[in-house]
């Protein structure tokens, strides 16, 4: 079970951002760096550092404007549930079918990146203190998703909570705008 809670943490991260869990799992694996996580390990280290560290950075800038917000989220909701299966098999303990692990946490990863677009648009922008916590509370995630697994499986499954509500708010306001 906490290696399931753990799961959705990480995939809860690669939700909120793609490049930052992704440059965390590698700085906590030290001198490994991304050896044990799938499909990155076959790509150079140095590549990724660099790589990884450009999009965290325009991740974390870009954001803060409008114009920016969009960028991202046309990324991110193309490759978040690819980045969150990887994060999801990175984290595993082998308990589950690898795929089972990957299906669930892309599918996660989506929901939210999903439901930060809605409310995107909904809002027409998201306020900066959303943008602030949406990037802090992706690094808790990732940290907690190694270091205190059921504590970052608690808060996802609490933003899954958040995302369903939001989809019943959103079908009301619908109704009612029709």
């Not at 892309?106 to 602030?132: C, E, H, I, S």
Request: overall charge positive; some cysteine.
């Amino acid at each position: 079970m906490i290696s399931i809670l753990a799961i959705l943490s990480a995939a809860a991260a690669a939700g909120l951002r793609i490049g930052t869990p992704l440059l965390i799992i590698g700085l906590l694996h030290g001198s490994n760096l991304w050896s044990e996580v799938p499909v990155l390990s076959s790509i150079s280290p140095q590549i990724l550092v660099c790589f990884l560290t450009s999009w965290s950075l325009f991740e974390l800038l870009a954001s803060k404007q409008r114009t920016g917000q969009r960028i991202i989220q046309q990324v991110q909701l193309f490759l978040s549930p690819i980045v969150g299966a990887i994060m999801g098999l990175t984290v595993s303990t082998n308990a589950v079918p690898h795929w089972l692990i990957a299906l669930v946490a892309g599918l996660l990863a989506l929901v939210l990146q999903l439901v930060l677009v809605g409310w995107f648009f909904r809002l027409r922008g998201l306020p900066l203190w959303v943008v602030f916590l949406q990037d802090s509370l992706c690094i808790t995630l990732v940290i907690l998703a190694f270091g205190a697994p059921l504590s970052g499986g608690l808060i996802a499954l609490i933003l899954l909570l958040l995302a369903i509500r939001s989809a019943k708010y959103w079908h009301n306001w619908y109704w009612r705008k029709a």
